[in-house]
């Protein structure tokens, strides 16, 4: 393959609008502006593929590694149409908290196939040292002019893991206005995924069962097991839509404002998850599943804005999340380009991000009490705080190719959402916070 010259970058109208698309998996046009008026139709005749590949690395300490590879392709024939095309492939292993309360003795779990069991020592978080999985992903958009100032998108989406199926749909529509410094935009997405845990789907609030192995006298134990599955596979569907907003102010700066609403219905627990059941004393009597709602209702409201100074560039964005579990959370995103020499770059990142608990959070449960309707131990939807903090250098290469680096620090602090910890509860670390290395090298060609 032929390397090229780089095209002039796109403009920040259009990297605004593809970023708030992104959140629904759309894309939308490309908003063209400046830069069109020094592409004669010719240029766009003769275009080839561009291609951005990236390798990204991902370690909490002592839980989860991630490693991610990306490559992306965009082809923009005549008539400004375009096609992209996103391959993703990553691989995941390490540790995962599976919910159990942390206690002052060793705990044994069994594992989520049944066959076999594993150990959390003293005063530690229980974590699932099997977690691993492989997930292939790609996704392909289609985006061309419809009408004068309208531009459509329509894409796919596939992505396969070891247990799950996750299959979509998407369209977008844009329409400028404003002599092309506003641009009006509405997407609309549809995924299809199917679940098939290890182990089948467990009982809402099933007692975990002892671990069986081959033998002949396990059978009992086999047969308990079963008895804690209600099925082999399930299914949740996810129905989004969004409108977006772009405007030029002046030269200088563009903003955008997205609002979206998302209906997501069928299994939505994880079939890992499990809630410590206490003693008035805080020791674990028994670990039973968790059970959440088969609906969520999400809506978002985000804003971005971006300036450029005579040289440096700021990107600040906001975003408030709230559903109808009670979670909402806050993120404030932020970074700033500041050119080195003609051809490189650094760009510093911080993101903050705050989260309240869902209503049927709990760390854990009291034997004596009531079962409730829902419940999760899911540090994921509890309440938390947490940081990113990072650098990115960008260099353009004799041949005309970009490459860059980034590295970043992340911490998560959970909290205790309220909840008063019982006798032996109170002197464990309820709430480990969680520390993690981001790294990614990207190359465009």
Do not use: C
Not at 9 to 17: F, G, R, S
């Amino acid at each position: 393959m032929q390397l090229k010259k780089k095209k002039p970058p796109v403009n920040i109208k259009a990297a605004l609008t593809i970023a708030a698309s992104a959140l629904l998996g759309t894309i939308p046009k490309t908003v063209v502006a400046a830069e069109n008026t020094t592409k004669s139709k010719k240029a766009l005749q003769d275009s080839s593929w561009d291609f951005e590949s990236a390798l990204l690395f991902y370690s909490e300490s002592d839980r989860v590694s991630a490693a991610e590879a990306i490559l992306n392709g965009q082809k923009t024939f005549e008539n400004d149409e375009v096609l992209n095309l996103k391959l993703t492939v990553d691989v995941l292993t390490g540790a995962s908290a599976n919910g159990a309360a942390a206690q002052p003795n060793v705990q044994t779990f069994t594992r989520p196939s049944g066959k076999g069991s594993y150990q959390t020592q003293v005063n530690e978080t229980p974590l699932d040292d099997t977690f691993k999985d492989t997930r292939v992903q790609f996704n392909a958009q289609w985006t061309q002019p419809l009408a004068e100032n309208y531009t459509g998108s329509a894409g796919v989406h596939i992505s396969k893991e070891y247990d799950y199926l996750s299959l979509g749909i998407n369209g977008n529509l844009a329409y400028d206005f404003n002599q092309k410094n506003s641009t009006f935009s509405v997407g609309l997405s549809y995924f299809q995924d199917t679940f098939e845990p290890e182990g089948g789907i467990p009982l809402a609030f099933a007692s975990m069962p002892a671990a069986f192995g081959s033998s002949v006298d396990n059978s009992d134990k086999k047969a308990d097991f079963n008895a804690s599955r209600r099925i082999d596979s399930d299914d949740k569907t996810t129905a989004d839509i969004m409108f977006g907003f772009t405007q030029v102010i002046n030269r200088r700066m563009i903003m955008q404002f997205n609002y979206s609403y998302s209906n997501v219905d069928g299994y939505l627990n994880d079939p890992f998850k499990v809630l410590s059941l206490v003693d008035s004393t805080g020791i674990a009597q028994d670990y039973v599943y968790e059970n959440r709602p088969d609906s969520r209702l999400k809506q978002s409201l985000y804003a971005q804005t971006k300036y450029h100074f005579e040289q440096n560039i700021i990107d600040v964005s906001y975003r408030y999340m709230w559903d109808d579990w009670e979670l909402d959370s806050h993120t404030i995103d932020s970074k700033l380009r500041v050119p080195l020499s003609r051809q490189s770059y650094i760009e510093p990142h911080f993101r903050f991000y705050k989260q309240s608990a869902a209503q049927f959070y709990q760390p854990f449960l009291v034997e004596l009490n009531t079962l409730p309707e829902f419940a999760s131990a899911d540090y994921r939807i509890g309440e938390m705080r947490a940081y990113t903090l990072g650098i990115k250098y960008g260099t353009t290469l004799s041949d005309g190719n970009n490459l860059s680096f980034r590295l970043e620090y992340y911490r998560q602090d959970p909290t205790d959402a309220g909840h008063k910890a019982l006798g032996a509860l109170s002197e464990v670390d309820l709430y480990e916070s969680v520390n993690a290395i981001i790294a990614q090298v990207t190359y465009s060609f």
